[in-house]
């Protein structure tokens, strides 16, 4: 009788798990993506290399680069030429009434803390007080 029960349980097991497959591969084969698959092979790169077949670091494919005339390379030198002697110098007078703002604001603020450092503690030290008192 153990030996029916044991038959009809792995057929209502097996039932189920037979149906699902062919949902799955028949080899371990890889399957390419269609749209990878579909991609055109990359042709031959135009990169000019050297002799022992590296490819030359900077070297224009097929074309020489443009050269720059010795004009213009002069107008751009010139151009930037005295830039830190044409910049306008700090006004000395205007960065320490800022240094005079920013310092009168720290001070203000650290005698802000304090005072409410000093509230704190004497409202927690008669807080304590007064619940030893009762």
């Not at 497959?21 to 698959?37: C, E, F, M, S, V």
């Amino acid at each position: 009788m153990l030996r029916l029960r044991m038959a009809a349980t792995l057929a209502l097991i097996g039932a189920p798990l037979s149906a699902c497959q062919p949902l799955l591969p028949r080899d371990d084969t890889p399957t390419i993506l269609p749209r990878l698959g579909a991609a055109p092979a990359s042709g031959p790169s135009a990169q000019r290399l050297d002799e022992n077949g590296y490819p030359l670091i900077g070297a224009f494919p097929k074309a020489a680069a443009p050269q720059v005339s010795n004009e213009e390379v002069q107008a751009t030198r010139n151009r930037f030429a005295n830039v830190a002697a044409r910049a306008t110098p700090p006004n000395d007078a205007a960065y320490q009434r800022r240094v005079g703002e920013l310092s009168q604001i720290a001070a203000q603020q650290q005698s802000e803390a304090e005072a409410r450092l000093r509230a704190a503690t004497t409202g927690s030290a008669a807080d304590a007080a007064s619940s030893r008192a009762q």
